[in-house]
Protein backbone atom coordinates (compact mmCIF):
# COMPACT_ATOMS: atom_id res chain seq x y z
CA UNK A 1 0.00 0.00 0.00
CA UNK A 2 2.23 2.65 -0.86
CA UNK A 3 0.45 4.64 -3.18
CA UNK A 4 -0.55 8.17 -0.77
CA UNK A 5 -3.95 8.40 -1.81
CA UNK A 6 -4.31 4.72 -0.61
CA UNK A 7 -2.52 5.36 2.44
CA UNK A 8 -4.43 8.77 3.11
CA UNK A 9 -7.93 7.19 2.79
CA UNK A 10 -7.06 4.15 4.97
CA UNK A 11 -5.94 6.91 8.05
CA UNK A 12 -9.65 8.52 7.21
CA UNK A 13 -11.80 5.53 7.06
CA UNK A 14 -10.16 4.34 10.57
CA UNK A 15 -10.94 8.49 11.63
CA UNK A 16 -14.37 7.75 10.73
CA UNK A 17 -14.00 10.04 7.67
CA UNK A 18 -15.16 7.39 5.12
CA UNK A 19 -16.68 9.62 2.97
CA UNK A 20 -13.75 11.97 2.34
CA UNK A 21 -11.76 8.89 1.45
CA UNK A 22 -13.69 7.50 -1.79
CA UNK A 23 -12.92 9.96 -4.15
CA UNK A 24 -8.41 9.13 -3.00
CA UNK A 25 -9.19 5.72 -3.98
CA UNK A 26 -11.12 6.47 -7.21
CA UNK A 27 -8.28 8.42 -8.33
CA UNK A 28 -6.17 5.35 -7.14
CA UNK A 29 -7.98 2.89 -9.26
CA UNK A 30 -7.82 5.26 -12.77
CA UNK A 31 -4.78 4.43 -12.37
CA UNK A 32 -4.23 1.42 -11.26
CA UNK A 33 -7.19 -0.20 -11.81
CA UNK A 34 -5.92 -4.14 -12.36
CA UNK A 35 -5.47 -3.75 -7.98
CA UNK A 36 -7.73 -5.84 -6.08
CA UNK A 37 -7.33 -4.24 -2.66
CA UNK A 38 -8.04 -0.64 -3.73
CA UNK A 39 -11.53 -2.16 -5.03
CA UNK A 40 -12.20 -3.37 -1.56
CA UNK A 41 -11.29 -0.60 0.27
CA UNK A 42 -13.43 1.51 -1.76
CA UNK A 43 -16.18 -1.00 -1.01
CA UNK A 44 -14.94 -0.24 2.53
CA UNK A 45 -15.73 3.45 2.32
CA UNK A 46 -18.75 3.40 0.79
CA UNK A 47 -20.46 0.74 2.90
CA UNK A 48 -19.65 2.75 5.77
CA UNK A 49 -21.22 6.02 4.15
CA UNK A 50 -24.14 3.47 3.75
CA UNK A 51 -23.94 3.12 0.01
CA UNK A 52 -24.71 -0.58 -0.14
CA UNK A 53 -25.04 -0.85 -3.87
CA UNK A 54 -22.21 0.93 -4.76
CA UNK A 55 -20.37 -1.15 -2.21
CA UNK A 56 -21.05 -4.45 -3.50
CA UNK A 57 -20.50 -3.28 -7.24
CA UNK A 58 -16.24 -2.95 -5.42
CA UNK A 59 -16.19 -5.60 -3.75
CA UNK A 60 -17.78 -7.96 -7.12
CA UNK A 61 -14.58 -6.04 -9.01
CA UNK A 62 -12.10 -6.94 -5.70
CA UNK A 63 -13.50 -10.73 -5.61
CA UNK A 64 -13.02 -10.62 -9.75
CA UNK A 65 -9.69 -10.25 -9.30
CA UNK A 66 -8.84 -11.82 -6.71
CA UNK A 67 -11.07 -14.62 -7.12
CA UNK A 68 -10.18 -16.70 -3.88
CA UNK A 69 -9.47 -14.06 -1.45
CA UNK A 70 -11.23 -14.92 2.22
CA UNK A 71 -11.27 -11.21 2.95
CA UNK A 72 -13.27 -9.69 -0.51
CA UNK A 73 -15.46 -12.52 0.00
CA UNK A 74 -16.16 -12.04 3.51
CA UNK A 75 -16.72 -8.05 2.31
CA UNK A 76 -18.79 -9.18 -0.34
CA UNK A 77 -21.09 -11.34 1.78
CA UNK A 78 -21.11 -8.70 4.26
CA UNK A 79 -22.82 -6.26 1.28
CA UNK A 80 -24.93 -8.80 0.40
CA UNK A 81 -26.23 -9.51 3.64
CA UNK A 82 -26.45 -5.54 4.38
CA UNK A 83 -28.96 -5.58 1.32
CA UNK A 84 -31.37 -8.18 2.02
CA UNK A 85 -29.37 -11.16 -0.38
CA UNK A 86 -28.95 -13.53 2.70
CA UNK A 87 -28.06 -16.86 0.78
CA UNK A 88 -26.46 -15.37 -1.18
CA UNK A 89 -24.58 -13.56 1.15
CA UNK A 90 -24.06 -16.56 3.77
CA UNK A 91 -22.97 -18.67 1.10
CA UNK A 92 -19.82 -15.80 0.21
CA UNK A 93 -19.26 -15.95 4.14
CA UNK A 94 -19.04 -19.73 4.57
CA UNK A 95 -16.54 -19.77 1.82
CA UNK A 96 -14.66 -17.21 3.31
CA UNK A 97 -14.46 -19.00 6.35
CA UNK A 98 -13.67 -22.48 4.51
CA UNK A 99 -10.65 -20.38 3.03
CA UNK A 100 -9.62 -18.58 6.47
CA UNK A 101 -10.44 -20.63 9.56
CA UNK A 102 -8.97 -18.49 11.86
CA UNK A 103 -10.52 -14.99 10.59
CA UNK A 104 -13.23 -14.24 13.21
CA UNK A 105 -14.57 -11.88 11.68
CA UNK A 106 -15.93 -13.94 8.91
CA UNK A 107 -18.35 -15.85 11.80
CA UNK A 108 -18.21 -12.68 13.42
CA UNK A 109 -20.71 -11.29 10.18
CA UNK A 110 -22.42 -14.89 9.92
CA UNK A 111 -23.54 -14.21 13.54
CA UNK A 112 -25.11 -10.96 13.37
CA UNK A 113 -27.02 -12.40 9.55
CA UNK A 114 -28.39 -14.59 11.34
CA UNK A 115 -29.25 -12.52 15.05
CA UNK A 116 -30.37 -9.57 12.62
CA UNK A 117 -33.06 -11.86 11.10
CA UNK A 118 -33.93 -12.93 14.97
CA UNK A 119 -32.56 -16.85 14.67
CA UNK A 120 -30.47 -16.68 17.72
CA UNK A 121 -29.63 -20.33 18.14
CA UNK A 122 -27.85 -20.53 14.53
CA UNK A 123 -26.52 -16.96 15.19
CA UNK A 124 -24.87 -18.07 18.89
CA UNK A 125 -22.73 -21.16 17.20
CA UNK A 126 -21.47 -18.78 14.71
CA UNK A 127 -21.10 -15.87 17.69
CA UNK A 128 -18.97 -18.18 20.26
CA UNK A 129 -16.55 -19.42 17.49
CA UNK A 130 -15.46 -15.52 16.81
CA UNK A 131 -15.27 -15.02 20.31
CA UNK A 132 -13.01 -18.06 21.30
CA UNK A 133 -10.54 -16.91 18.35
CA UNK A 134 -10.84 -13.25 19.48
CA UNK A 135 -11.81 -13.15 22.87
CA UNK A 136 -10.41 -9.55 23.70
CA UNK A 137 -11.12 -7.80 20.58
CA UNK A 138 -13.09 -4.83 20.96
CA UNK A 139 -15.45 -5.22 17.92
CA UNK A 140 -15.97 -8.74 18.42
CA UNK A 141 -16.94 -7.64 22.21
CA UNK A 142 -18.81 -5.14 21.35
CA UNK A 143 -21.42 -7.03 19.00
CA UNK A 144 -21.27 -10.09 21.64
CA UNK A 145 -23.11 -7.29 23.78
CA UNK A 146 -25.78 -5.92 20.99
CA UNK A 147 -26.68 -9.83 20.27
CA UNK A 148 -27.45 -10.68 23.56
CA UNK A 149 -29.07 -6.95 23.95
CA UNK A 150 -30.97 -8.69 20.60
CA UNK A 151 -31.81 -11.65 22.15
CA UNK A 152 -33.45 -10.60 25.46
CA UNK A 153 -36.11 -8.07 23.69
CA UNK A 154 -36.97 -10.91 22.16
CA UNK A 155 -36.89 -13.39 24.24
CA UNK A 156 -40.29 -13.97 25.00
CA UNK A 157 -41.55 -14.24 21.88
CA UNK A 158 -43.15 -17.22 20.19
CA UNK A 159 -41.14 -18.64 17.16
CA UNK A 160 -44.21 -18.21 15.08
CA UNK A 161 -44.24 -14.60 15.36
CA UNK A 162 -40.12 -13.98 15.06
CA UNK A 163 -40.51 -15.85 11.36
CA UNK A 164 -43.51 -13.35 10.51
CA UNK A 165 -41.06 -10.84 11.60
CA UNK A 166 -38.17 -11.94 9.64
CA UNK A 167 -40.32 -12.21 6.44
CA UNK A 168 -41.71 -8.67 6.97
CA UNK A 169 -37.95 -7.42 7.36
CA UNK A 170 -36.91 -9.02 4.25
CA UNK A 171 -40.22 -7.55 2.14
CA UNK A 172 -38.44 -5.47 -0.60
CA UNK A 173 -40.50 -2.16 0.59
CA UNK A 174 -38.94 -2.70 4.25
CA UNK A 175 -35.48 -3.32 2.90
CA UNK A 176 -35.63 0.08 0.18
CA UNK A 177 -36.60 2.04 3.25
CA UNK A 178 -33.93 0.37 5.38
CA UNK A 179 -31.64 1.53 2.88
CA UNK A 180 -32.75 4.66 2.52
CA UNK A 181 -32.62 5.59 5.84
CA UNK A 182 -29.06 3.97 5.90
CA UNK A 183 -27.67 6.49 3.20
CA UNK A 184 -29.77 9.46 4.81
CA UNK A 185 -27.81 9.11 8.00
CA UNK A 186 -24.53 8.84 6.66
CA UNK A 187 -25.36 11.56 4.00
CA UNK A 188 -26.95 13.94 6.37
CA UNK A 189 -23.87 13.97 8.83
CA UNK A 190 -21.62 16.91 6.90
CA UNK A 191 -22.28 19.10 3.80
CA UNK A 192 -22.25 17.59 0.75
CA UNK A 193 -19.14 17.56 -1.52
CA UNK A 194 -19.17 17.08 -5.62
CA UNK A 195 -18.11 13.28 -5.01
CA UNK A 196 -20.62 12.89 -2.24
CA UNK A 197 -23.44 14.59 -4.20
CA UNK A 198 -22.72 12.20 -7.11
CA UNK A 199 -21.85 8.71 -5.55
CA UNK A 200 -25.46 9.64 -3.32
CA UNK A 201 -27.32 10.18 -6.72
CA UNK A 202 -25.61 6.74 -8.22
CA UNK A 203 -26.42 5.12 -4.96
CA UNK A 204 -29.75 6.95 -5.30
CA UNK A 205 -31.12 5.38 -8.53
CA UNK A 206 -30.02 1.92 -7.79
CA UNK A 207 -32.62 2.31 -4.29
CA UNK A 208 -35.15 3.48 -7.13
CA UNK A 209 -35.87 6.55 -5.47
CA UNK A 210 -35.26 10.52 -6.24
CA UNK A 211 -31.82 11.84 -4.76
CA UNK A 212 -33.95 14.79 -3.16
CA UNK A 213 -34.97 11.98 -0.27
CA UNK A 214 -31.66 12.40 0.32
CA UNK A 215 -30.88 16.09 -0.38
CA UNK A 216 -33.89 17.57 1.26
CA UNK A 217 -32.57 17.30 4.89
CA UNK A 218 -29.88 20.12 3.63
CA UNK A 219 -32.87 22.36 3.28
CA UNK A 220 -33.29 22.06 7.09
CA UNK A 221 -29.59 23.08 7.29
CA UNK A 222 -30.21 26.34 5.08
CA UNK A 223 -32.92 27.59 7.14
CA UNK A 224 -31.19 27.20 10.06
CA UNK A 225 -27.92 28.70 8.61
CA UNK A 226 -29.37 32.00 8.28
CA UNK A 227 -30.91 32.30 11.31
CA UNK A 228 -28.51 33.95 14.17
CA UNK A 229 -26.95 32.11 16.72
CA UNK A 230 -29.51 32.69 19.45
CA UNK A 231 -32.54 31.56 17.00
CA UNK A 232 -30.47 29.00 15.59
CA UNK A 233 -29.96 27.33 18.97
CA UNK A 234 -33.97 28.07 20.01
CA UNK A 235 -34.78 25.97 16.37
CA UNK A 236 -32.47 22.80 17.74
CA UNK A 237 -33.24 22.62 20.89
CA UNK A 238 -37.04 23.34 20.26
CA UNK A 239 -36.98 20.48 17.77
CA UNK A 240 -34.89 18.11 20.11
CA UNK A 241 -37.70 18.71 22.63
CA UNK A 242 -40.05 17.53 19.61
CA UNK A 243 -37.99 14.20 19.30
CA UNK A 244 -37.23 13.20 23.04
CA UNK A 245 -40.67 13.53 23.07
CA UNK A 246 -41.34 10.91 20.00
CA UNK A 247 -38.83 9.01 21.38
CA UNK A 248 -40.45 8.37 24.80
CA UNK A 249 -43.59 7.70 23.28
CA UNK A 250 -42.39 5.12 21.67
CA UNK A 251 -40.42 3.74 24.33
CA UNK A 252 -43.92 3.85 25.81
CA UNK A 253 -45.80 2.06 23.04
CA UNK A 254 -43.25 -0.68 22.60
CA UNK A 255 -42.89 -0.93 26.33
CA UNK A 256 -39.36 -1.19 26.22
CA UNK A 257 -36.86 -1.72 28.91
CA UNK A 258 -34.68 0.93 27.87
CA UNK A 259 -35.43 4.63 28.18
CA UNK A 260 -33.95 7.62 27.07
CA UNK A 261 -31.39 8.27 28.49
CA UNK A 262 -29.70 4.63 27.48
CA UNK A 263 -30.11 6.22 23.47
CA UNK A 264 -28.91 9.54 24.29
CA UNK A 265 -25.49 8.14 25.40
CA UNK A 266 -25.28 5.59 22.09
CA UNK A 267 -25.70 8.93 20.25
CA UNK A 268 -23.44 10.70 22.50
CA UNK A 269 -20.80 8.12 22.59
CA UNK A 270 -20.85 6.94 19.27
CA UNK A 271 -17.83 4.17 18.49
CA UNK A 272 -18.69 2.71 15.19
CA UNK A 273 -20.86 3.43 11.87
CA UNK A 274 -23.30 0.93 13.73
CA UNK A 275 -24.62 2.63 16.66
CA UNK A 276 -27.45 4.36 15.10
CA UNK A 277 -28.87 0.64 13.91
CA UNK A 278 -28.59 -0.04 17.60
CA UNK A 279 -30.91 2.63 18.67
CA UNK A 280 -33.49 1.14 15.58
CA UNK A 281 -33.12 -2.01 16.94
CA UNK A 282 -34.55 -0.57 19.91
CA UNK A 283 -37.87 -0.32 18.36
CA UNK A 284 -37.65 -3.09 15.11
CA UNK A 285 -40.17 -5.58 15.78
CA UNK A 286 -40.46 -6.63 12.63
CA UNK A 287 -43.11 -4.61 11.91
CA UNK A 288 -44.49 -3.18 8.44
CA UNK A 289 -42.71 -0.88 5.98
CA UNK A 290 -44.52 1.91 7.51
CA UNK A 291 -43.35 1.01 10.84
CA UNK A 292 -40.47 0.60 10.37
CA UNK A 293 -40.01 4.02 8.25
CA UNK A 294 -41.58 6.11 11.14
CA UNK A 295 -38.96 4.13 13.58
CA UNK A 296 -36.14 5.50 10.91
CA UNK A 297 -37.70 8.46 10.29
CA UNK A 298 -37.78 9.38 14.09
CA UNK A 299 -34.29 7.62 14.90
CA UNK A 300 -32.17 9.70 12.44
CA UNK A 301 -33.62 12.88 13.79
CA UNK A 302 -32.48 12.16 16.89
CA UNK A 303 -29.24 11.67 15.24
CA UNK A 304 -29.40 14.94 13.42
CA UNK A 305 -30.38 16.98 16.93
CA UNK A 306 -28.45 15.34 19.74
CA UNK A 307 -25.23 15.78 20.90
CA UNK A 308 -22.17 13.85 19.87
CA UNK A 309 -19.14 13.86 22.20
CA UNK A 310 -16.82 13.16 18.69
CA UNK A 311 -18.02 16.67 17.61
CA UNK A 312 -17.28 18.59 21.14
CA UNK A 313 -20.71 18.00 22.33
CA UNK A 314 -22.54 19.73 19.26
CA UNK A 315 -24.95 17.83 16.99
CA UNK A 316 -24.76 17.27 13.25
CA UNK A 317 -27.41 20.19 12.58
CA UNK A 318 -25.35 22.61 14.18
CA UNK A 319 -21.76 21.31 13.03
CA UNK A 320 -22.88 21.48 9.26
CA UNK A 321 -24.54 24.68 9.45
CA UNK A 322 -20.78 25.38 11.02
CA UNK A 323 -19.14 24.11 8.23
CA UNK A 324 -21.27 25.61 5.44
CA UNK A 325 -20.43 28.98 7.06
CA UNK A 326 -16.62 28.08 6.67
CA UNK A 327 -16.96 27.51 3.15
CA UNK A 328 -18.72 30.38 2.40
CA UNK A 329 -16.08 33.05 4.09
Not at 156 to 185: C, H, Y
Request: aromatic share 8%; net charge negative.
Amino acid sequence: MDDERIVKADNLINEGKSSLAVPLIKDAIKESPEVAFYHYLLGTARIKCGRLFLAKEAFEKANELEPHDAENLRALGWAKVMLGELEDGRKDLRESVSLDLMNPFSYLDLAMSYFDYFDFKEGMEWLERAIALAPKDPFVLQNFKIANQIKKQFSNVLEKQLEKMRKEKLDPKVQQSFRIALLEQYSNKRALTKDEAEEIQKESKLNGVSTAIITDKQQEYVALENKSEEQKMKEIIKRRKEIEKELQEMLDEYKSEFDLDYIKKIIYNEEDDDCLMRVVSIFDRGGDASELENILEVTNDAWNYFPHKCMGGLCPMEKIVNENKKRKK
